[in-house]
């Protein structure tokens, strides 16, 4: 009976039925004075992301449409969490770039930026992030996450995300004032 049961174990693995995940989605925007086409253009530059977006440890291009992105997130009591992401890239439509996993894979990145021009020399940049990683176990991710649950953790990983995201819409758009008035001597 036993060597009947370890059989049908490994013709019908046993699925993880709690599977874990974390989540966080934040959007935020910035108004910046400059036109369009300049802010436009200057996002297309992927250092951009890497240089001002706090725990960005490394983006790069892997082709035409495929970007890599590492991001490092510090955890209490524990050694930090670094995670790659490959993006797909897609531009919808001018001022319109994205970069999301489209693989099934157990750690999801969107992040889409939008430029929207409101008047010859003043544009809204606006940013959304979707974070998402699944594991087996809360355990995978850090030894107490099974302890502080899934709300709690997507709920700290919101939060940082937010900060994450506030920093870098503040210094890319300091960059870009930076860049603009010096294109023009």
Same mark, same amino acid.
């Given at each position: 009976m036993t060597l009947f049961i370890?059989?049908? =174990? &490994?013709?019908?693995? *046993?699925?993880?039925l709690n599977m874990?995940? =974390?989540y966080a989605e934040v959007e935020k925007s910035n108004m910046i004075q400059l036109?369009?086409?300049? =802010? /436009? %253009? $200057?996002? %297309? /530059?992927?250092?951009?992301y890497q240089k001002y977006f706090p725990s960005m440890i $490394? *983006?790069? %291009?892997?082709? /035409?449409?495929?970007t890599s992105w590492t991001y490092e997130v510090d955890m209490p009591l524990a050694k930090a969490v670094r995670t790659t992401y490959v993006l797909e890239e897609r531009r919808p439509s001018k001022g319109v770039v994205i970069f999301e996993t489209l693989n099934s894979s157990s750690d999801y990145m969107f992040c889409m930026a939008t430029i929207i021009s409101h008047e010859p020399s003043k544009t809204e940049l606006k940013i959304k992030m979707i974070l998402k990683t699944t594991r $087996?176990?809360?355990?995978?991710?850090?030894f107490l996450a099974p302890i502080m649950g899934q709300k709690f953790i997507s709920a700290q990983m919101k939060e940082r995300l937010e900060e994450d995201l506030q920093t870098f819409l503040d210094k890319a758009t300091n960059d870009l004032y930076t860049g603009f008035? &010096?294109?023009k001597q």
């Open positions: 370890l059989m049908l =174990i &490994n013709i019908f693995p *046993v699925l993880p874990f995940t =974390i036109p369009f086409d300049y =802010i /436009d %253009r $200057e996002l %297309r /530059d992927l250092s951009i $490394e *983006v790069k %291009r892997l082709d /035409d449409t495929k $087996e176990s809360g355990s995978d991710i850090h008035n &010096n294109s």
